[in-house]
């Protein structure tokens, strides 16, 4: 019985408000078929999130527990609050022979290609920081000292884009998406053979 092949690592970092769930929307709205991560957090739900899944919501405990348990693939602490990627799913997605995306910040990227060197790292960056400060605000989730965090975040995060194998401009997220499938495609052919 043959293996199947195994799938893709790839790891979608850029700062908050540039549109990387936007761009993996279109991404899966073009029919590409990937797991899409779902990451642990312990910032408080938007409004809509908790009924569309897209986080697990936990405490301080709770996430510390995972830590503790050695559960999570990576983990950083962003403007005061806990994220990390349950590293189960992540295993048996990619064993089954799917991609994976993380939607990701930078600390917890580095940790990833640390701890598997065949992910690929990916950055998308903002057409310019005042046009991802209009993002930002355009969203009207945070209150504007969390926009101004996030905004100090962005520009040391994009300052590290070229520690990644690929940067991408999010302009019009459908070319943005186009741009993410070729280099998945190009991914999965430089995997190694089973
Ligand atoms: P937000 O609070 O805007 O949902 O997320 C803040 C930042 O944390 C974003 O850049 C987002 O991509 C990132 N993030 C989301 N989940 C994870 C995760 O599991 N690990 C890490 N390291 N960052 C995450």
Redesign the pocket.
């Given at each position: 019985m043959t293996m199947p092949e195994r799938g893709a690592l790839i790891v979608f970092?850029?700062?908050?408000?540039v549109g990387?769930g936007t761009v993996l929307d279109a991404l899966e709205a073009s029919g590409a078929h990937f797991f899409r991560?779902v990451?642990?957090?312990t910032?408080a739900p938007?409004p809509g999130e908790e009924e569309r899944g897209?986080?697990h919501f936990m405490t301080v405990p709770e996430f510390e527990r995972l830590i503790a348990e050695d559960r999570l693939l990576?983990?950083?602490e962003?403007?005061g609050?806990y994220?990390?990627?349950p590293a189960a799913p992540v295993d048996e997605a990619l064993r089954e022979g799917t991609d994976v995306i993380?939607?990701?910040?930078v600390?917890?990227?580095l940790?990833v290609r640390k701890k598997r060197p065949d992910a690929v790292l990916v950055f998308l960056l903002p057409p310019s920081m005042e046009e991802l400060e209009r993002r930002l605000r355009k969203r009207g989730t945070e209150s504007e000292d969390k926009i101004r965090r996030?905004l100090e975040k962005a520009s040391a995060e994009c300052a590290m884009s070229d520690a990644f194998d690929y940067k991408i401009i999010s302009d019009v997220p459908e070319l943005s998406a186009a741009r993410l499938a070729e280099i998945i495609r190009a991914a999965r052919r430089s995997q190694p053979t089973n």
């Amino acid at each position: 019985m043959t293996m199947p092949e195994r799938g893709a690592l790839i790891v979608f970092t850029g700062p908050s408000g540039v549109g990387k769930g936007t761009v993996l929307d279109a991404l899966e709205a073009s029919g590409a078929h990937f797991f899409r991560s779902v990451s642990a957090t312990t910032r408080a739900p938007r409004p809509g999130e908790e009924e569309r899944g897209a986080y697990h919501f936990m405490t301080v405990p709770e996430f510390e527990r995972l830590i503790a348990e050695d559960r999570l693939l990576e983990h950083a602490e962003y403007v005061g609050q806990y994220y990390g990627t349950p590293a189960a799913p992540v295993d048996e997605a990619l064993r089954e022979g799917t991609d994976v995306i993380l939607e990701i910040e930078v600390q917890g990227a580095l940790q990833v290609r640390k701890k598997r060197p065949d992910a690929v790292l990916v950055f998308l960056l903002p057409p310019s920081m005042e046009e991802l400060e209009r993002r930002l605000r355009k969203r009207g989730t945070e209150s504007e000292d969390k926009i101004r965090r996030r905004l100090e975040k962005a520009s040391a995060e994009c300052a590290m884009s070229d520690a990644f194998d690929y940067k991408i401009i999010s302009d019009v997220p459908e070319l943005s998406a186009a741009r993410l499938a070729e280099i998945i495609r190009a991914a999965r052919r430089s995997q190694p053979t089973n």
